[in-house]
């Protein structure tokens, strides 16, 4: 039985959606980009922490493997049911709660905005991920100062691109893609966030810089950052 079933309705047995819940983990990036894009939407949602480090980490544990089988965060409880992976939960709120949108009407200006999240989400964070870097540690024996400098060359290069993606193209704006934030934006956020606590390069990425400050201006960032969670530490 799911954990959150859906609630019946009125007296004539109107079904509603049952609440949001996200299972998330405060210094996750792709938990992060859900929570921007949840704060963008005003969706409520309970947030209930899966912490990625206590006791091998709560994600490996039956409870959770039950939600997702990768072991990973985020996942959303919707009236669609489980959903995972942190790109096709933004996408699908942003098809059952259109407004306002995450992704532009053009076709062109959608690739675009695609593109840069994919960037950010497919090719810089998986190689800085934990288990990425718990492997490095554990099974290769890699030690801290390594695994620190692997993190920040690929932040780092990874980062570079998107800097000339967004500095090269006049469809950037305020945000990424125009003067919204789009799903490009949920996910340069979390990554810079990343960028800083390794201590990769962003003083020669201008256009990041900019983007991000308008980013973090606003109140939908700011209360998705990961100090202002709940299982912050």
Same mark, same amino acid.
């Given at each position: 039985?799911?954990?959150?079933?859906?609630s019946?309705?009125?007296?004539?047995?109107t079904r509603?959606?049952?609440?949001?819940?996200?299972?998330?983990?405060?210094?996750?990036?792709?938990?992060y980009?859900?929570?921007?894009?949840?704060?963008?939407?005003?969706?409520?949602?309970?947030?209930?922490?899966?912490h990625?480090?206590?006791?091998?980490?709560e994600?490996?544990?039956?409870?959770h493997?039950a939600?997702?089988?990768q072991?990973?965060v985020?996942?959303?409880?919707?009236?669609?049911g489980?959903?995972?992976q942190?790109?096709a939960?933004?996408?699908? %709120? *942003?098809e059952?709660?259109?407004?306002?949108?995450?992704?532009p #009407?053009d076709r062109?200006?959608? $690739?675009?905005? @695609? +593109?840069?999240?994919q960037?950010?989400?497919?090719?810089?964070?998986?190689?800085?991920?934990?288990?990425?870097?718990q492997?490095?540690?554990?099974?290769?024996?890699?030690?801290?100062p390594?695994?620190?400098?692997?993190?920040?060359h690929?932040?780092d290069?990874?980062?570079?691109?998107?800097e000339?993606?967004?500095?090269?193209?006049?469809?950037?704006?305020r945000?990424?893609?125009?003067?919204?934030?789009?799903?490009?934006?949920c996910?340069?956020?979390p990554?810079?966030?990343?960028a800083?606590?390794?201590?990769?390069r %962003? *003083?020669?990425?201008?256009?990041?810089?900019?983007?991000?400050? #308008?980013?973090?201006?606003?109140? $939908?960032?700011? @209360? +998705?950052?990961?100090?202002?969670q709940?299982?912050?530490?």
């Open positions: 039985m799911s954990e959150h079933p859906s019946t309705g009125d007296a004539a047995g509603q959606a049952p609440p949001l819940a996200l299972y998330t983990y405060f210094r996750s990036s792709a938990a980009r859900v929570r921007i894009a949840l704060n963008l939407k005003a969706l409520p949602y309970e947030a209930i922490p899966v990625l480090l206590r006791g091998g980490g994600q490996r544990q039956g409870a493997l939600r997702n089988p072991a990973l985020p996942v959303l409880h919707t009236e669609d489980w959903l995972t942190s790109m939960i933004v996408e699908w %709120l *942003d059952a709660h259109p407004s306002p949108p995450l992704l #009407a062109g200006g959608r $690739a675009r905005v @695609r +593109a840069i999240a960037a950010i989400a497919c090719d810089i964070h998986p190689l800085a991920n934990l288990r990425v870097l492997y490095l540690g554990g099974e290769l024996g890699i030690d801290e390594r695994k620190n400098a692997w993190s920040r690929w932040v290069s990874g980062l570079a691109a998107v000339r993606l967004l500095a090269d193209d006049p469809r950037s704006g945000f990424c893609h125009g003067d919204a934030p789009t799903l490009a934006d996910c340069l956020v990554q810079v966030f990343n800083r606590r390794v201590g990769a %962003l *003083d020669d990425k201008p256009a990041i810089a900019r983007i991000v400050a #308008a980013c973090e201006a606003l109140d $939908a960032f700011r @209360r +998705a950052a990961p100090a202002n709940p299982d912050a530490e």
